[in-house]
């Protein structure tokens, strides 16, 4: 399937959002599993954009439970992915030293109102080892399943 076909699914589904947003929904994840399928750093931020429209849409709907469900079995099956960080490499930070200032405080666990960033922080699991981390301890700690 072509780039243009992707780019025509994911404008029907923007458009099937307001009164069929069940199939939104269905055509956003088709392309979250091509995109994470395919790798890749670009790939991964798309397909995590798409993920917030479905977060919203299940929000809209009132279902949260289905979107838990669907977030945690998607990390579930893709945790071995390598996190798109542009300054990891081999598995480590290449600027730790001299990170910049976001990175060193992400993700804000000691600043107030931690409880009100958590889905915030739900859109980065994928994408930030630390945030990862931080996302399973709070899971097992509240015994989370």
């Not at 599993?33 to 429209?53: F, K, M």
């Not at 979107?67 to 798109?84: D, F, G, V």
Request: glycine share 4%.
């Amino acid at each position: 399937m072509g780039c243009g076909s992707a780019s025509l699914r994911i404008r029907v589904a923007g458009a099937a959002a307001e009164r069929r947003p069940r199939d939104a929904i269905r055509l956003y994840m088709e392309q979250v599993e091509r995109l994470i399928a395919a790798r890749g750093r670009g790939n991964y931020a798309t397909a995590a954009s798409y993920l917030v429209q479905v977060r919203d849409l299940y929000q809209r709907l009132g279902e949260p439970v289905a979107w838990q469900e669907l977030i945690t079995s998607l990390r579930e099956r893709h945790r071995r992915l390598p996190a798109p960080c542009p300054f990891r490499h081999n598995r480590h930070c290449a600027v730790y030293p001299r990170r910049p200032t976001a990175c060193r405080a992400y993700p804000y666990l000691d600043q107030l109102d931690f409880r009100a960033r958590t889905l915030a922080m739900l859109d980065r699991v994928a994408q930030c080892p630390v945030v990862f981390n931080v996302w399973k301890e709070l899971e097992a700690e509240v015994d989370w399943r």
